[in-house]
């Protein structure tokens, strides 16, 4: 039996929050600090002594004996080195200790993370920065503390620097356009993300005996189960004792973390499941994430489990992915993607969802690689997830409001007359959540956009700082034409004007069909021009296009050399990964599964031997037979692993990161695909006594 917990005693009990804040720091510290985070200005050094005092104070009575800056380097994961608070004192003993300096500023040793060229161009050293917007807290009895990460000469190492530089494009952009409304009393205008989290649980036994689960996070061979996803049995299902007791392990680990965690399912694929917060501001909502992830594996294993957040770890069923539910809020409560209530608010409402349909058009290809990783690829345009072509759903009463104004028809929903922005009120939108296109990888979803091409291990920073970023270059060049006319008569008619250009301009990116159609892939590409980067190698380099860096630099998101850094570290990765996985095949199948099909080739014609030799009529059909597909088989497998090792040796000669990525896409990957073939094959013949391998059955039901 758990325990009955007080929850809202427990939120945010690991959490430096703005409760603890208020109660300890003075008047005047807590003061200068909220400035900071609300409005940005610079922290003063004497309130850092005090913050860090306090903090300390409270993280040593929380148990905490160390503090880190914490951060998240282009690895993808977050990164922390520990120093504890003691300090020596004359008389031999210590005194737990932590300055303002340490608080605001650290140095870890940034030559082993991955900086694409950056460190040899500039400063070899980085240093991390804390960023008050988002709370301390304790981990491992470890007081950490959010940072940005930056070479001495500024440019970003990390994943946060860039989210809070385009957090900053969009608000600076939104409040022009929120100016000509007449929104003065809008100070802020910051984004919202809810991601929703998939992930599988297997059980910890077998997933130490499968080498590639070890190696790479997911599988490599394994022949389909006999029973798989489609009795549909698994999906929001009763949820299995041992992933209920591990689901409630896992909610009070993040409420004491403050992190929202509110809803839980299980998913389609067996195995499956899925857990989303209640959302919050970006920045957040992607440190909360790095960290939910973390802790998912974490707890995991108390549970004698084992969390895969790879995108594909089983062929055959779903892979896991996360939604990134998006929405753009001011600092008075009003979520500029819900309509409102009156003509001047729907035309505010209107001119925001233009500025996301042409951002999602203009800038396809930059959302398409933000996601891009070669876990990723397994999904995006297998009929599972959203295409890897970028299309907005807007759901037929919206598409029908739109459609209106570009025809200057009347809406049939509505009073019959031609909706005349900024006259007519728009009508309400049922929010109907059952009205959902899961096909589509941008769905508007009422009152926010659902981005579902995410991959379930990536940071969701990427995403975010390209959607950001390019609604932020739409809304400037709204502004830059709205103010033209601002406090004049013909201001509502050029608004009308262009929201109504924009609806025609950027009505290719407008698909409320079925995305997983073989149709839709020949309309996207042949007839409306949308872009299809099937993998990452061909996603990747349009970071470099001409179109792509004006729009980054001009909003000050990334520098040119942070773009190439970029660019080059990410494909580094796809290479990598992939090659690690080639190597682990090699490894398998010639340390384990050559041998074990042989050892059973060889329990077999020592059958027939000596069932000839009782009489020499017996045919022993099941044994030949078996022995002339093995043997056949067996063949092939040297031959395809053969291949195999030769693209590798090719891959590591390559210099170039566009050739070898390149190669990785037309070589590594269908040699690979065609030794599982050939050894998934075996797998079906082979006596699994002998097989060296736990299969797909017992890595997905085994979990009870
Ligand atoms: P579902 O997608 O399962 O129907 P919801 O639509 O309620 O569930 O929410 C999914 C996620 O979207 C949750 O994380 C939720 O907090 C988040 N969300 C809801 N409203 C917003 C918003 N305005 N901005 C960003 N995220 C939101
Ligand atoms: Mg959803």
Same mark, same amino acid.
């Given at each position: ?54 903090? #300390? ?23 922390? #080195? ?151 049995? *698994? ?74 957040? *790879? ?235 001409? #179109? ?103 891959? *590591? ?52």
């Amino acid at each position: 039996m758990m325990e009955k917990i007080n929850v809202p005693e427990l939120f945010g009990s690991l959490v430096f929050d703005d409760r603890e804040m208020r109660a300890r720091l003075s008047k005047e510290v807590y003061a200068s600090l909220r400035k900071t985070i609300d409005e940005n200005v610079r922290l003063d050094e004497k309130v850092a002594e005090a913050v860090a005092e306090e903090m #300390k104070e409270w993280a040593v009575e929380h148990g905490a004996t160390h503090f880190t800056h914490w951060f998240q380097p282009l690895t993808g994961v977050t990164a922390e #080195k520990h120093d504890s608070f003691i300090e020596p004192t004359r008389d031999g003993g210590v005194l737990m200790e932590f300055s303002g300096k340490e608080l605001i500023k650290g140095e870890p040793d940034a030559s082993s993370f991955p900086s694409g060229g950056l460190r040899a161009t500039f400063e070899a050293r980085g240093y991390t920065a804390w960023d008050p917007t988002s709370y301390a807290f304790i981990k491992d009895h470890t007081l950490c503390i959010p940072t940005a990460f930056c070479s001495y000469s500024g440019e970003a190492l990390d994943k946060k620097t860039p989210l809070l530089r385009s957090m900053q494009a969009i608000n600076r952009e939104a409040l022009r356009v929120l100016k000509l409304f007449g929104n003065e009393d809008v100070k802020h205008v910051s984004t919202s993300v809810g991601p929703e989290q998939e992930y599988f649980l297997i059980d910890q036994k077998l997933y130490s005996q499968r080498t590639d689960l070890v190696y790479t996070g997911r599988t490599l061979f394994g022949c389909r189960p006999p029973k798989g996803q489609e009795m549909d049995d *698994h999906y929001f299902g009763v949820i299995k004792p041992r992933v209920t007791a591990y689901m409630e392990d896992l909610n009070n680990e993040l409420w004491k973390l403050g992190i929202l965690a509110k809803t839980e399912h299980n998913e389609v694929a067996p195995a499956q499941h899925e857990l989303a917060p209640i959302y919050s501001t970006t920045n957040i909502a992607t440190d909360h994430n790095q960290l939910t992830m973390e802790i998912m594996q974490k707890v995991a294993k108390r549970h004698g489990m084992v969390c895969l957040l *790879h995108e594909k770890p089983f062929a055959g069923v779903n892979g896991s992915g996360k939604h990134n539910n998006w929405s753009i809020a001011t600092d008075t409560g009003v979520n500029l993607l819900s309509p409102g209530e009156t003509p001047y608010e729907n035309a505010q409402f209107l001119l925001f969802l233009c500025a996301v349909i042409q951002a999602v058009d203009d800038y396809q290809d930059l959302l398409r690689l933000s996601v891009a990783t070669a876990g990723n690829d397994h999904r995006l345009g297998a009929n599972e997830a959203p295409p890897a072509i970028i299309s907005v759903f807007l759901g037929e009463e919206l598409s029908g409001i739109l459609n209106a104004i570009r025809d200057d028809k009347p809406y049939e929903g509505v009073e019959k007359v031609i909706m005349k922005l900024g006259v007519h009120v728009l009508p309400r939108f049922s929010r109907d959540t059952t009205d959902r296109n899961r096909t589509s990888p941008f769905a508007f979803t009422g009152n926010k956009f659902e981005f579902r091409s995410l991959g379930s291990s990536n940071s969701i920073a990427c995403a975010n700082i390209m959607l950001n970023t390019a609604v932020a270059e739409s809304l400037r060049q709204y502004a830059d034409e709205l103010e033209k006319v601002a406090g004049k008569d013909d201001f509502e008619e050029v608004l009308h004007n262009l929201i109504k250009r924009v609806i025609t301009e950027h009505q290719r990116i407008l698909f409320d069909g079925n995305g997983y159609g073989d149709e839709w892939v020949k309309e996207a590409t042949e007839v409306r021009g949308l872009s299809n980067l099937k993998t990452t190698a061909d996603a990747m380099p349009k970071l470099l296009d001409p #179109k792509n860096m004006d729009m980054l630099i001009r909003h000050k998101v990334f520098n040119e050399a942070e773009i190439h850094s970029r660019c080059e570290i990410m494909l580094e990765n796809y290479v990598k990964t992939v090659n690690i996985e080639g190597l682990t095949m090699v490894d398998m199948v010639r340390k384990d599964y050559l041998p074990a099909i042989e050892e059973y080739l060889y329990t077999l014609s020592r059958a027939v031997d000596s069932m000839k030799s009782v009489s020499v009529n017996v045919k022993c059909r099941y044994e030949i037979s078996t022995i002339e597909k093995l043997t056949d088989l067996t063949d092939n497998i040297l031959s395809s692993v053969e291949a195999l090792e030769i693209v590798l040796e090719k891959l *590591h000669g390559l210099d170039d990161i566009f050739e070898s990525s390149a190669a990785v896409r037309d070589e590594l990957i269908p040699a690979m695909n065609t030794l599982r073939g050939y050894v998934d094959a075996a797998e079906m013949l082979t006596s699994a006594k002998y097989w060296p391998y736990p299969s797909y059955g017992k890595l997905l039901f085994s979990v009870q």
